[in-house]
């Protein structure tokens, strides 16, 4: 697959982890000096703030190396699309005593993360839907242990804005995508997690008011 992503910084910190990001999510990329030309190919370049003014290109997005990159490569496959916003993000959530968190946007994985604890959960989900535009927001969550899932589902319906749907799903099966899936760099809750995320769910009905 082509590079459609370029990194432009001779920021070491910057470069590593937006780098690792990367490779992680086995997304291709160009490395670039900031006064290096552009392919054609590149739709998106990456770069810092102190560089931002030697870049001449119609997309450019600048990285603070303090925050996380998971936000701005989300954003850059956003743009490397076409997109002025998502028509749907979908969370998928597999509970437990570790919160396995899959983030599509029209249907494609846009990130996975694996949190500690509810409280992280339910951060690193406001912090996407803040930073990620969409038309509709959707959150999944498994059913494969009930005590969290109720906790979580309780905290979610107090936190996440009114128009978000939230649906619970059944976790049936999940083992048996974790076997096939095995070869892959990612934990079990966290594909278990994508695999919810791709399942329709039983709508719960939020509490909060509107």
């Not at 996380?68 to 989300?74: C, F, L, Q, V």
């Not at 976790?171 to 809750?189: I, L, N, P, Q, W």
Request: glycine share 6%; with cysteine.
């Amino acid at each position: 697959m082509q590079a459609k992503i370029a990194i432009a910084t001779v920021s070491g910190k910057a470069y590593y982890k937006l780098v690792n990001e990367l490779k992680e999510r086995q997304i291709p990329f160009l490395s670039l000096a900031p006064r290096d030309p552009v392919p054609p190919s590149i739709k998106v370049i990456i770069t810092t703030r102190k560089e931002r003014r030697l870049i001449t290109h119609a997309n450019v997005l600048v990285f603070d190396e303090e925050t996380d990159p998971k936000h701005i490569i989300n954003e850059g496959l956003r743009l490397v699309e076409g997109k002025k916003s998502y028509e749907k993000i979908v969370f998928g959530i597999d509970p437990g005593k570790t919160f396995g968190v899959a983030v599509l946007g029209d249907g494609n994985i846009l990130e996975t993360v694996t949190c500690s604890n509810l409280e992280e959960t339910v951060t690193t989900i406001m912090k996407v839907l803040k930073g990620t535009p969409a038309a509709t927001d959707l959150v999944k969550i498994g059913n494969g242990a009930p005590p969290y899932t109720q906790r979580l589902l309780k905290l979610l319906d107090e936190t996440l804005p009114k128009e978000t749907a939230i649906e619970v799903v059944s976790e049936a099966g999940t083992s048996h995508f974790e076997k096939e899936d095995s070869h892959r760099r990612v934990g079990k809750d966290v594909m278990s997690a994508i695999k919810i995320a791709e399942r329709r769910g039983t709508i719960f009905r939020r509490k909060r008011k509107q």
